[in-house]
């Protein structure tokens, strides 16, 4: 029997594809660790079968519904009045460039050329798939999934998926599918707060673990099947806005891109393995300093005026902050969430002196000056829904439904899109604003537009979204970007290669942010996650926790600080400052180094190991006791760090002390906790 062949190589990895003769679809041959491709494949069997086909019992790389229309599939296709539902589909040829390999097929009686893409990307052990339609009659693609991977099993599948709601995002949950279907997703317009569009896929408790995300701030859905025979095969894409999409002759959709890494080294050899990734995604923006951010959203709410706001300011600059953002609340019409949204202006009464001079007077601090904005959202009273009542979703003849008092402007019209490129260009040039963060607070409701026809509403916004993005990072190169949508709704791969950092959650409550940011970092990296140090009592988890906690907490990201600082005592606004110090001389190694999660927060310690370079920075938090007691005074716990040299010395910078690399990795790191003492920074240097 003989076979096409074609093999990718990433960084450590292989993933090879072939293209059987019994049937014309391309077949997964090894997807692992470099060197097993030249083996037999994982997922090769006997193809002893009775009641189907040997061709139809293969692990297919992409199924179109019609070759196997008695499993799931991640196309399907026909024509507009239904008939010829299916695709016969027949190889039509491949490209192969250096770490890039396009498959095509064609159906020439449907009318649709298909092009499966796989990519891989330098540095990383991450390939790219995704895949191209292009018709030459009218169709219709009820289903067009970027992907499928086929991933082998001995034994039963362990699924680690990152779940939630708001105020508790990135739960990381795990669950054993030894037979069936499991399925997340969002239909609300953005990846949303209940599931990240990311899964990992370990084969029962072997340490290897393969993982894919797919780049789509709209609707999605990732399904995993354990399959007969030992595979699980997971399938990705986004979902049309109305079921399906109609594809006009000559016209080309492409889906989004479905990243597949894999490791050997677990959960956490993966999550760094998606860290690179995502440096990669961030490009030269990776090498731009994060700077100690003051939000005054919390301190303020929608009270804000120049002299409460550079009265905030001057406290920030003097405990050690970098840059000041002015939350919500700083435009007309703006007195509390039920208007101004809209009507991006600067309130004069709010600014007496100027807003240029406003942001003078903050920048003569010391600081640099961010503001937040709603891009996307619009009130019914404001002066922009008055003259474009058009502009905003709705179904003729239907009420509008009102979230968070405000309505959503439809960015898939090039009107709108146009508007809110104009609004940013506007305040970025006329004002010296160096930070923008971009909030999404209400998923689409009544998503129509009247008199558009049926057109894939999602899509179009989504189009929308990126192209005002694009704008920003090609006319304002400057100004770094913060993606927030109620928190974590829409953090995926396009926005984060567009944005500079991301807001993993409006709950910022200590423990419970841990939790929040230990799911997090399974899947992106620190140096995109935003995170603030605040006076929030905990929502799910109200035990207290010390100042030195929230800090050490929030350096595990971008730190930023969002507490009513005119409240603080001297005692704590001196130890704000002391943290924020060591958090600058640490920063670099936590940004750009290999990150390792140490225990988890059900454990009584927990942190994350940096290393870059001879440095290692070791973020130690103690969770205390899982019933609610209080910390057990003088407890001493150990956290074993990994990947050090167990032949080499490592000298704490801050007390001297000289440990083996050996003693670190068997009996551990130790920290004394107290009720005074629940967490702790630690500077490791290779002597």
């Not at 077949?27 to 491709?37: H, I, Q, T, Y």
């Not at 990383?124 to 009820?142: G, H, K, M, P």
């Not at 290669?497 to 942010?513: F, K, Q």
Request: charged share 25%; glycine share 10%.
């Amino acid at each position: 029997m003989t076979y096409q062949r074609w093999t990718l190589r990433t960084e450590n990895t292989s993933y090879t594809v072939r293209l059987s003769p019994d049937g014309p679809w391309a077949e997964l041959d090894a997807w692992g660790p470099l060197g097993v491709e030249d083996g037999p494949s994982a997922l090769d069997w006997s193809r002893r079968t009775h009641f189907i086909t040997p061709a139809d019992a293969a692990p297919a790389e992409y199924l179109p519904y019609g070759l196997r229309p008695f499993t799931g599939s991640e196309l399907v296709a026909s024509r507009p009045d239904g008939d010829d539902r299916g695709v016969w589909w027949e190889f039509a040829g491949a490209e192969e460039d250096e770490g890039a390999l396009r498959l095509a097929f064609h159906d020439a009686q449907l009318g649709l050329r298909t092009v499966l893409h796989y990519e891989t990307v330098p540095g990383t052990d991450v390939l790219l798939r995704w895949t191209e339609f292009t018709a030459t009659r009218e169709l219709r693609l009820e289903r067009l999934d970027s992907a499928a991977v086929n991933i082998p099993v001995t034994g039963v599948a362990r699924l680690t998926c990152l779940t939630g709601q708001w105020s508790q995002e990135f739960q990381r949950t795990q669950l054993d599918l030894p037979r069936g279907t499991f399925t997340i997703g969002s239909l609300q317009g953005a990846p949303g707060h209940a599931y990240a569009p990311w899964l990992a896929v370990q084969d029962g408790e072997s340490p290897a673990a393969y993982g894919i995300a797919l780049a789509w701030p709209g609707n999605w859905h990732i399904t995993a099947e354990a399959e007969p025979g030992g595979a699980v095969r997971v399938r990705a894409g986004r979902v049309p806005h109305e079921g399906a999409v109609l594809l006009a002759p000559g016209e080309t959709l492409t889906t989004p891109q479905l990243a597949c890494a894999f490791s050997s080294e677990g959960l956490d050899g993966l999550s760094r393995v998606w860290h690179r990734y995502e440096r990669h995604l961030t490009g030269e923006r990776l090498h731009r300093r994060r700077k100690v951010l003051y939000n005054s959203w919390e301190a303020t709410g929608f009270d804000v005026d120049a002299a409460g706001q550079l009265e905030l300011a001057k406290t920030a600059a003097d405990i050690g902050a970098e840059l000041f953002v002015v939350d919500d609340g700083w435009f007309t019409g703006r007195g509390d969430d039920t208007g101004g949204l809209g009507d991006w202006w600067p309130d004069p009464a709010a600014f007496p002196q100027g807003f240029d001079q406003f942001i003078a007077d903050v920048r003569t601090l010391g600081l640099d000056f961010g503001l937040w904005i709603e891009p996307e959202a619009v009130s019914p009273g404001s002066r922009l829904y008055a003259e474009h009542p058009e502009w905003v979703y709705r179904i003729e003849g239907r009420p509008g439904r009102l979230v968070r008092n405000q309505l959503l402007l439809d960015l898939g019209r090039t009107d709108v899109q146009d508007f809110v490129i104009e609004t940013l260009d506007r305040l970025l040039g006329a004002y010296d604003i160096s930070y923008l963060k971009w909030d999404m607070n209400r998923p689409p409701t009544e998503r129509g537009r009247p008199g558009a026809g049926r057109v894939d509403l999602d899509a179009e916004h989504v189009a929308g979204y990126l192209r005002v993005l694009d704008h920003l990072r090609s006319a304002h190169p400057d100004v770094t970007v913060e993606g927030c949508a109620g928190g974590g709704g829409r953090i995926e791969h396009a926005t984060i290669a567009r944005t500079d950092v991301v807001w993993p959650s409006d709950n910022t409550a200590p423990l419970d942010r841990l939790s929040t940011q230990y799911g997090f970092l399974h899947a992106h990296a620190p140096h995109v996650m935003s995170s603030w140090v605040t006076d929030a009592p905990g929502v799910f988890d109200p035990r207290p926790r010390s100042l030195a906690f929230r800090f050490v907490n929030a350096m595990c990201g971008v730190l930023g600080i969002g507490a009513d600082l005119r409240a603080w005592t001297a005692e704590q606004r001196a130890e704000a400052a002391w943290w924020i110090g060591r958090y600058k001389e640490a920063r670099e190694v936590i940004h750009h180094g290999e990150a390792r999660l140490l225990g988890s927060p059900e454990e009584p310690s927990c942190g994350v190991q940096y290393d870059a370079g001879d440095r290692t920075v070791v973020a130690a938090l103690s969770t205390g006791r899982l019933d609610g007691a209080p910390l057990v005074p003088g407890r001493m716990d150990r956290l074993r760090l990994r990947g050090l040299d167990a032949t080499a010395r490592y000298r704490d910078a801050a007390t001297g002390t000289s440990y083996s690399g050996a003693h670190l990795l068997h009996y551990g790191l130790p920290f004394a906790w107290s009720a005074d003492h629940d967490a702790d920074l630690v500077v490791l240097i290779r002597e």
